[in-house]
């Protein structure tokens, strides 16, 4: 089993900044991927960002573009995500998780292509 484990977030003006991270532990080694998801009220949980095992390939959902950076430290076990231009839409809990998977990101937009996941954080983006 993996664990994971998120921290970071908060409440920010529009506009602001965080960077979440999410640290692993347990049996880590075989996971491929990396990812980030968040669920906003009353909506659906939606894919974020992801990253592959050696860091060289990540993936982003058209809306955060440009904006969001997810990176990861292997030697700590842990995946990061830097949030700048932050907008109220950007509201939600955002949730890690990881996979075994070896598949391309773009076909892990789907929650339950995911393994495991973290209990999620909470990012309030104020106006």
């Known amino acids: 089993q993996v664990q994971l484990v998120e921290s970071g977030g908060g409440l920010v003006q529009a506009g602001g900044a965080l960077r979440l991270s999410c640290a692993a532990s347990?049996?880590?080694?075989?996971?491929?991927?990396m990812g980030w998801f968040r669920q906003a009220p009353e909506k659906e949980r939606a894919f974020v960002a992801a990253i592959t095992l050696s860091g060289s390939s990540t993936y982003y959902t058209d809306s955060v573009k440009g904006r969001f950076t997810i990176s990861r430290d292997n030697a700590k076990k842990t995946v990061y995500l830097r949030m700048n231009s932050l907008k109220p839409e950007d509201t939600a809990v955002y949730y890690c998780a990881a996979t075994r998977k070896i598949a391309a990101l773009s076909g892990m937009l789907e929650g339950k292509r995911w393994d495991y996941w973290g209990p999620g954080t909470q990012v309030t983006v104020s106006s």
């Open positions: 347990g049996r880590t080694s075989g996971t491929y991927a």
